[in-house]
T-cell receptor, first 118, second 111 residues
Framework: GAGVSQTPSNKVTEKGKYVELRCDPISGHTALYWYRQSLGQGPEFLIYFQGTGAADDSGLPNDRFFAVRPEGSVSTLKIQRTERGDSAVYLC????????????????FGPGTRLTVL | KQEVTQIPAALSVPEGENLVLNCSFTDSAIYNLQWFRQDPGKGLTSLLLIQSSQREQTSGRLNASLDKSSGRSTLYIAASQPGDSATYLCAVSTGGFKTIFGAGTRLFVKA
């Protein structure tokens, strides 16, 4: 596609519910990143995929958060038993390289999903 | 643990002024450094990427420098315009995959 797309653009849910956030990367990009951004802060790294595998998931805050990328393209971030503190904008980015040790790796970001947990 | 700091947190300048945004990072073992722009309610747009072996990159009115040894980068914006008003974010890639962002500098250019 022309750019990274994310759906939904807004999601309002109740505390304790399960949510799924979707990211469609730029076609052909092998690397995919998820970030979380709170108001007035920079994005916080959550997880990185190279192809279908999660190469680095050290940013996931706890085991309520999980992400998949089964065919190496679309990714879904899943949050179980949502808490009010999960409210934030969830950003996805993709890049064409992202190999260990590679440089020159520009990340292209989607518009984000604003998650509100009531 | 890598930490990225941006100074100032906010900046207001008259149109036409040249300005410098600062970014510092605590661990000099980085793969690259990127400057992004973020408009309210929008995603991030990459402005410049400096590889770890490079000292600077230029694009139009923007120039970014990198001094790995001192853990500093600057973004220079020449002849600022109201359309430059946005939040500017600095980010370093470390460990090959993880990207650490600063909190950003909110820039307002007055017409």
């Amino acid at each position: 596609g022309a750019g990274v797309s994310q759906t939904p653009s807004n999601k309002v849910t109740e505390k304790g519910k399960y949510v799924e956030l979707r990211c469609d990367p730029i076609s052909g990009h092998t690397a995919l990143y998820w970030y979380r951004q709170s108001l007035g802060q920079g994005p916080e790294f959550l997880i990185y995929f190279q192809g279908t595998g999660a190469a680095d998931d050290s940013g996931l805050p706890n085991d309520r958060f999980f992400a998949v990328r089964p065919e190496g393209s679309v990714s879904t971030l899943k949050i179980q038993r949502t808490e009010r503190g999960d409210s934030a904008v969830y950003l996805c980015a993709s890049s064409s390289l992202g190999l260990a040790g590679a440089t020159g790796d520009t990340q292209y970001f989607g518009p984000g999903t604003r998650l509100t947990v009531l | 643990k890598q930490e990225v700091t941006q100074i100032p947190a906010a900046l207001s300048v008259p149109e036409g002024e040249n300005l410098v945004l600062n970014c510092s990072f605590t661990d000099s073992a980085i793969y690259n450094l990127q400057w992004f722009r973020q408009d309210p309610g929008k995603g991030l747009t990459s402005l410049l990427l400096i590889q770890s072996s490079q000292r600077e990159q230029t694009s139009g009115r923007l120039n970014a420098s990198l001094d790995k040894s001192s853990g500093r980068s600057t973004l220079y914006i020449a002849a600022s315009q109201p359309g430059d008003s946005a939040t500017y974010l600095c980010a370093v890639s470390t460990g090959g995959f993880k990207t650490i962002f600063g909190a950003g500098t909110r820039l307002f250019v007055k017409a």
